[in-house]
């Protein structure tokens, strides 16, 4: 779940549980006071979001497979748990008629992180852990990939997630820190201007209505955090990409999460 500020930075690893495999999954991954169905905190609210964006997006490729004469090929799905807390679903379609492959997958997991690695992503808040021992955190996103079998059809992608850390074991005067992060872009193996031209209309049309300074911010990140340094060049055609996002206040940022998902 954690990925570099820049396409330059590495971030220390964090240490993941093995998962389990379940039969079928829960109705949310969340504990405590936080799995009631009426919780109106960020974690539920984005738990419930993704999941019916992983509901709505399946369900749509599916539509595109059954209209296209080519058989009722669906999603198959896994969902696991992991021992540290939480767990995630995986769908996946294969061998379409319109799509080679698809994934949708969420994910929303709890566990501990090293100190390092809470001051890699958070080195504004990080003077009150320099000593710290693993930092507690929860992550949850959203994740997909679509190969069209059509070469004239680009390749789609986006990630979507929201990161929370409590106080760190043996320091709890610290204080909880949350980001965002995420991007969508296009591929395509042939250029087709006005596919193109759409698609960044729809991101500028999305971020503009939070803040204008969004989509030139975030198209610059996408470019510079797909360059591909041996070739020279950059993968795909852009997007938009953001990491570590926390200048807005909490619900704006939600809430634009919420918009660009609904894309």
């Given at each position: 779940a954690l990925k570099s500020r820049s396409h330059t930075a590495r971030?220390?690893?964090?240490?993941m549980e093995r998962e389990t495999p379940e039969a079928?999954?829960?109705p949310t991954f969340l504990r405590g006071e936080e799995a009631s169905s009426g919780s109106s905190s960020a974690r539920a609210r984005f738990e419930r979001l993704i999941r019916r964006v992983q509901a709505e997006v399946c369900a749509a490729l599916e539509a595109v497979e059954e209209g296209s004469g080519g058989g009722g090929v669906v999603f198959r799905e896994d969902a696991w748990t992991r021992p540290g807390g939480g767990g995630g679903i995986s769908r996946v379609l294969q061998g379409g008629h319109v799509f080679e492959k698809a994934a949708v997958n969420v994910s929303v997991v709890y566990g501990v992180m090293?100190?390092?690695?809470?001051?890699a992503a958070r080195p504004d808040a990080a003077a009150g852990v320099?000593?710290?021992?693993?930092?507690?955190?929860?992550?949850?996103?959203?994740?997909?990939?679509i190969h069209p079998n059509?070469?004239?059809?680009?390749?789609?992608?986006?990630?979507?997630?929201?990161?929370?850390?409590?106080?760190?074991?043996?320091?709890p005067g610290a204080p909880r820190q949350w980001w965002f992060g995420g991007g969508t872009d296009l591929t395509p193996s042939y250029i087709i201007e006005e596919d193109i031209k759409h698609f960044h209309s729809v991101q500028k049309q999305a971020c503009d209505k939070f803040d204008p300074t969004f989509y030139p911010r975030f198209k610059k990140w996408c470019d510079d955090y797909f360059h591909i340094k041996h070739r020279g060049e950059r993968r795909g055609v852009g997007g938009i990409?953001?990491?570590?996002?926390?200048?807005?206040?909490q619900e704006t940022l939600l809430d634009f999460a919420t918009g660009i998902k609904k894309l």
């Amino acid at each position: 779940a954690l990925k570099s500020r820049s396409h330059t930075a590495r971030r220390p690893q964090v240490d993941m549980e093995r998962e389990t495999p379940e039969a079928a999954p829960p109705p949310t991954f969340l504990r405590g006071e936080e799995a009631s169905s009426g919780s109106s905190s960020a974690r539920a609210r984005f738990e419930r979001l993704i999941r019916r964006v992983q509901a709505e997006v399946c369900a749509a490729l599916e539509a595109v497979e059954e209209g296209s004469g080519g058989g009722g090929v669906v999603f198959r799905e896994d969902a696991w748990t992991r021992p540290g807390g939480g767990g995630g679903i995986s769908r996946v379609l294969q061998g379409g008629h319109v799509f080679e492959k698809a994934a949708v997958n969420v994910s929303v997991v709890y566990g501990v992180m090293p100190p390092d690695a809470y001051r890699a992503a958070r080195p504004d808040a990080a003077a009150g852990v320099e000593k710290a021992g693993p930092v507690p955190f929860f992550a949850a996103g959203v994740s997909s990939v679509i190969h069209p079998n059509n070469p004239f059809a680009p390749t789609l992608h986006f990630n979507y997630r929201y990161f929370e850390t409590e106080a760190p074991q043996d320091a709890p005067g610290a204080p909880r820190q949350w980001w965002f992060g995420g991007g969508t872009d296009l591929t395509p193996s042939y250029i087709i201007e006005e596919d193109i031209k759409h698609f960044h209309s729809v991101q500028k049309q999305a971020c503009d209505k939070f803040d204008p300074t969004f989509y030139p911010r975030f198209k610059k990140w996408c470019d510079d955090y797909f360059h591909i340094k041996h070739r020279g060049e950059r993968r795909g055609v852009g997007g938009i990409f953001f990491d570590d996002l926390n200048d807005h206040d909490q619900e704006t940022l939600l809430d634009f999460a919420t918009g660009i998902k609904k894309l």
